[in-house]
DNA sequence: ATACTCCCCTGAGAGC
DNA sequence: TGCTCTCAGGGGAGTA
């Protein structure tokens, strides 16, 4: 459940079901899903804490306690799960369970294995630690075209850097291609073909399908299932993303898939030119 | 500075 | 039915 949408729709269910419950008990199945500290220790450390705080920053979500800050990126696949109780049999995928004070179960399901937990002693400046060293500005905060264009390195494809979460963090692989396509700019575009204008309309269509995802919580689509229950709706707003042969939805031509930067894209050869 | 390749993992879908 | 291959909303490390 990776991009900053869906992300975002985790954390606004996660505070919503979370907020002020205590941790009652704590089991990580997975070892290398702690990835600051053994997970023995995060299990001892999470257990008497509450959840006050949640906040996101790119593709990391950040759940405050009372003496810890817990991060989370789910990565590829990974997704929580409030359950009205322990599940039995236990899912093969799911790598850790926290027991809540009034008896539900967070769940952490993950089949890929590839998400990591972070547990570090609460500081007031979360920005300041290591992990956020090369994580750029949150997709949702303001930036102005001409420092987005400054950030952009010259001889990389428009898309790579919209990937890159050191330039704009949240952003991935379905809404790179939204960006792109409601830009009119191809994603191979280089960096320093890019100007002021451009930058602009980039940043404002970012925004716009970010908030517009956000509203439709997500989007659901192939085999990613839906995280705490909650499925997304912005897959039926989706233009070009895992539309080849599909029409332009503005110019009829055929879309096509190309590859950039070894990810897979999808793009309007006629309204998308390259500059 | 940029661009690959591989790696971490598992499963779904396509093609044969 | 079953096999093999490719691919997947992410990102880090290592190497040209």
């Avoid at 919503?16 to 500290?37: D, N, Q, W, Y």
């Avoid at 970010?210 to 707003?237: C, F, N, P, W």
């Avoid at 503005?250 to 309007?268: A, D, F, L, N, W």
Wanted: net charge positive.
């Amino acid at each position: 459940m990776p991009e900053a949408p869906e992300v975002q729709t985790v954390l606004n269910v996660l505070e919503k079901e979370l907020k002020g419950h205590e941790v009652v008990s704590a089991e990580i199945f997975h070892p290398k899903l702690s990835a600051s500290m053994p997970y023995e220790d995060m299990e001892r450390k999470l257990m008497g804490q509450h959840f006050r705080k949640f906040s996101r920053i790119g593709k990391y979500l950040i759940l405050e306690t009372d003496d810890y800050d817990w991060i989370v990126h789910l990565r590829m696949e990974g997704k929580f799960y409030v359950l009205p109780e322990a599940p039995d049999p236990k899912d093969k995928h799911i790598h850790a369970l926290f027991g809540l004070d009034d008896g539900r179960v967070l769940a952490y399901k993950d089949v890929r294995k590839f998400g990591r937990m972070y547990l570090y002693d609460k500081t007031d400046d979360v920005r300041s630690l290591p992990l956020f060293a090369k994580v750029g500005k949150d997709v949702l905060d303001p930036m102005s075209p001409r420092q987005f264009l400054a950030s952009l390195p010259k001889k990389k494809a428009i898309k790579t850097s919209l990937l890159d979460q050191s330039v704009i963090a949240g952003i991935g692989n379905i809404y790179a291609d939204e960006i792109l396509f409601a830009s009119g700019i191809h994603p191979e575009t280089k960096g320093e073909s890019l100007d002021l204008e451009d930058a602009s309309r980039i940043l404002d269509n970012t925004r716009k399908i970010m908030e517009d995802a956000i509203r439709h919580k997500g989007t659901t689509i192939r085999s990613y299932t839906s995280s705490l229950g909650v499925k997304g709706g912005y897959q039926g707003q989706l233009q070009v993303h895992r539309k080849e042969k599909e029409p332009c939805p503005v110019c009829g031509t055929p879309i096509e898939k190309i590859k950039v930067g070894q990810r897979s894209t999808y793009v309007c050869p006629q309204c998308q030119i390259k500059k």
